[in-house]
């Protein structure tokens, strides 16, 4: 990326990084929306896609695929590691959690109806993980891959470091 194209970016983003679309703070309006997107979509949101998607919500930050098996196995005693991949599977196929790749982890969509690729910013100390809601990032590599003739298939980007919190304390 050029340095001008960097400062342009940098410039934009912290004018624009605070538009939320139909933000979801709670987990039951999470799952709602969800819900909704799926039945517009024609998608069977089973109960144990719902239970996932419902335990990823509440999570509040970034939880693994083992511990969402450990609370299943809680509320009912057999889940197995097959049954709550498929869930993450298809909630993620249809872009109502991402994976984080970094740290194997998964996180709920702040925006659930459209599908979209976007960054994080992953705190290191309290592995808490913030969606950037801007799509002039992901275009600006779209276009830098399109300037080396390359043709992504998929883009995951993810920042580390301390968030205001714990760079605070």
């Known amino acids: 990326m050029m340095a001008h194209e960097v400062n342009r970016l940098s410039q934009t983003v912290s004018s624009k990084s605070h538009e939320h679309h139909h933000h979801h703070d709670d987990a039951q309006s999470f799952v709602r929306a ?3 997107a799926s039945e517009e979509r024609g998608l069977r949101l089973t109960p144990l896609r719902k239970e996932v998607l419902e335990l990823v919500a509440a999570a509040g930050k970034p939880i693994k695929a083992y511990d ?8 009912h005693g057999n889940a197995a590691p097959p049954t709550v991949y498929r869930a993450l599977d298809f909630l ?3 872009g109502f959690i991402h994976k984080l790749e970094s740290i194997n982890a998964f996180v709920s969509c702040h925006h659930p109806a ?9 705190c290191d100390n309290c592995s808490s993980a913030q969606e950037v809601c801007d799509e002039r990032v992901a275009e600006l590599i779209e276009a830098q891959a399109k300037a080396f003739g390359f043709r992504p298939q998929a883009q995951t980007l993810e920042v580390h470091g301390l968030c205001r919190n714990c760079r605070k304390a």
């Open 68 to 75: 969402l098996l450990d609370q299943l196995r809680e509320r």
């Open 114 to 122: 459209e599908a979209h690729q976007v960054p994080f910013l992953i």
């Open 34 to 36: 969800v819900e909704h």
């Open 92 to 94: 993620l196929e249809h």
